[in-house]
C-alpha cells in the first residue's frame, strides 16, 4: 500500500491517478497516523509555503510519524515535499522544517537577482541534469525536461545527497536523496511520460540507492 500524506496542501489526486496510472495496486490519500505507518511506500507532495506546511504537519499531528517514516521505507518526497525536509526555511525570517536534510530553503532571488527575464515563480518546463546514478531516474535520459512550479529552491549543506539539478538564473538542487528517502522539486505528476517513468521506478524501488 502507498500513502499519500494529505495535510491539506496540494493536488493530491493528480498524484494519486498518476501513481495508479503506472501500476500501484493500492493508493490511500490520508491524514491518518496510522495508516500512513502502515504503508509500504509514502509519498510526500503539496505546494505552497513551508510554513504552512509546518503548520499543517503539527495540527494533524503528522510531525512524528514522518520522522519514523522516513528512515525505514522508500520515501518520496514532491514541491513542498522536497522543501519541508530540509532544516530551515528563510522566508518569513526563518521557519524550521522537518530536519531530516541539513539545508536551508532559499528564494528565488538570490539566484535570479533583478533579471526582468527571469520570473517568480518558476514555472514551467525545465531541464534536468542528473548528477549522479539513482534507481528512480532508470530509463529517463539526464537533460530531459520535468514541470516545476515554485518560488524558493533548496540549498543542501550537503552536496553529495543531490541527485539532479536544474538550471534559472543559476544552478540549484532539482532533485536529492539518500537512502530510503528520494524528493524532487519537479512535479512528476505533471511531467507527462518522464514524470510517469520516474513514479513507476517509485514503485519497484526497495528504497536501496545506486551502490
Not at 522536497?82 to 531530516?100: K, T
Not at 538570490?110 to 515563480?121: E, N, R, S, V
Request: with cysteine; glycine share 10%; charged share 20%.
Amino acid at each position: 500500500m502507498i500513502a499519500i500524506i494529505d495535510y491539506g496542501m496540494g493536488n493530491l489526486r493528480s498524484v494519486e491517478r498518476a501513481l495508479t496510472h503506472v501500476g500501484a495496486a493500492e493508493v490511500r490519500v490520508s491524514d491518518d497516523p496510522a495508516v500512513i505507518e502502515a504503508a509500504d511506500r509514502v509519498v510526500f507532495p503539496g505546494q505552497g509555503a513551508v510554513r504552512d506546511c509546518m503548520s499543517a504537519l503539527h495540527r494533524y499531528e503528522l510531525v512524528d510519524v514522518l520522522e519514523r517514516v522516513l528512515r525505514d521505507r522508500p520515501f518520496l518526497g514532491i514541491c513542498m515535499g522536497m522543501q519541508a525536509l530540509m532544516s530551515r526555511s528563510e522566508e518569513n525570517d526563518g521557519v524550521e522544517a522537518l530536519g531530516h536534510f541539513a539545508g536551508t530553503v532559499r528564494h528565488f532571488r538570490h539566484l535570479t537577482g533583478a533579471d526582468p527575464q527571469l520570473k517568480i515563480p518558476h514555472m514551467g518546463w525545465n531541464r534536468l541534469e542528473q548528477i549522479r546514478p539513482h534507481p528512480l531516474f532508470a530509463g529517463i535520459d539526464s537533460g530531459t525536461r520535468f514541470y516545476f512550479v515554485h518560488s524558493y529552491y533548496v540549498e543542501p549543506a550537503d552536496a553529495s545527497i543531490v541527485q539532479g539539478r536544474s538550471d534559472y538564473g543559476g544552478p540549484f538542487a532539482a532533485a536529492i536523496g539518500a537512502d530510503n528517502v528520494f524528493a524532487t522539486q519537479f512535479h512528476p505528476e505533471k511531467s507527462q511520460a518522464p514524470g510517469l517513468r520516474l513514479l513507476e521506478n517509485f514503485l519497484a524501488w526497495d528504497g536501496e540507492p545506486c551502490s
